[in-house]
């Protein structure tokens, strides 16, 4: 038998609010953020009232994190996992911990248009198999790298510590790991001059032919999606313990 990771009330709600906002622009990522925190509040619910997890061991959510990189650039993951550790002795004060974080991307415009002329979305293996939407998970990913190191250098992550960080372009994602970082590649970004802004779809088609497959795709709002964001937040809440 396979373990429910959230009841079937949680995961149709999930599910409708995906299908609504897929009507909405497709190049707005705003909306995306309430998806996330709608998805994330749920999960911890069901820890705190089925798993019987206290609210001390879990995590709460920061959007937008203030990280200042190198080359007098920000790094600002969409959101991050987080913790706020207890004092190690009587003189010592509580420190800010990040487990995992979450970068988001708005949906792929043509893959989404035609969510309006059929019954649901694209399905995960249509969209994996999507050149512009594994170019954006690519481009995603180098912020993703960039923002870790920059948690690493605000001390949130110690620097051979291995995170775990969601990539999504609109409801469907990839989850990756990142860190354990050398000091030469420490000092090594992405070349992009704004960590989170919006990216020209004509420069990712140029791009869509030169990619390889992507790893297995998820989407928000199925059983499918809900364990492999429970996955990611267990992930994220054993390196805070670590804490």
């Not at 009841?7 to 599910?15: P, Q, R, T, W």
């Not at 979305?121 to 512009?132: F, L, N, R, S, Y």
């Not at 054993?238 to 804490?243: I, S």
Request: aromatic share 8%; hydrophobic share 40%; glycine share 6%.
């Amino acid at each position: 038998m396979v373990l429910k990771i959230l009841s079937d009330e949680a995961l149709s709600n999930l599910h409708r609010l995906v299908l609504r906002t897929l009507l909405l622009d497709p190049s707005d990522e705003s909306p995306w953020y309430g998806i996330i925190d709608e998805v994330l509040a749920e999960h911890k619910m069901h820890a705190i009232v089925f798993a019987r997890v206290s609210r001390d061991s879990l995590f709460f959510v920061i959007p937008q994190l203030f990280c200042r990189s190198i080359k007098r650039r920000y790094a600002r993951p969409d959101m991050a996992v987080a913790r706020i550790t207890k004092p190690t002795s009587p003189s010592g004060v509580p420190r800010l911990r990040v487990g995992g974080g979450w970068e988001q991307k708005p949906a792929i415009k043509d893959l989404m248009t035609a969510v309006k002329g059929r019954k649901g979305p694209p399905d995960v293996k249509e969209v994996a198999a999507d050149g512009e939407f594994i170019v954006a998970i690519s481009h995603a990913s180098g912020q993703a790298s960039d923002q870790v190191k920059a948690a690493i250098r605000a001390h949130y992550i110690n620097q051979t510590q291995v995170v775990c960080w969601v990539l999504a372009v609109g409801p469907y994602f990839v989850v990756r790991t990142y860190g354990n970082f050398s000091d030469a590649e420490m000092l090594t970004t992405t070349s992009r001059p704004n960590d989170s802004g919006d990216y020209e779809v004509t420069e990712l088609r140029k791009a869509a032919a030169r990619v390889p497959k992507l790893e297995r795709v998820y989407m928000l709002g199925t059983e499918d999606g809900a364990r492999k964001v429970y996955e990611f937040l267990r992930g994220a809440t054993r390196v805070l313990d670590q804490y």
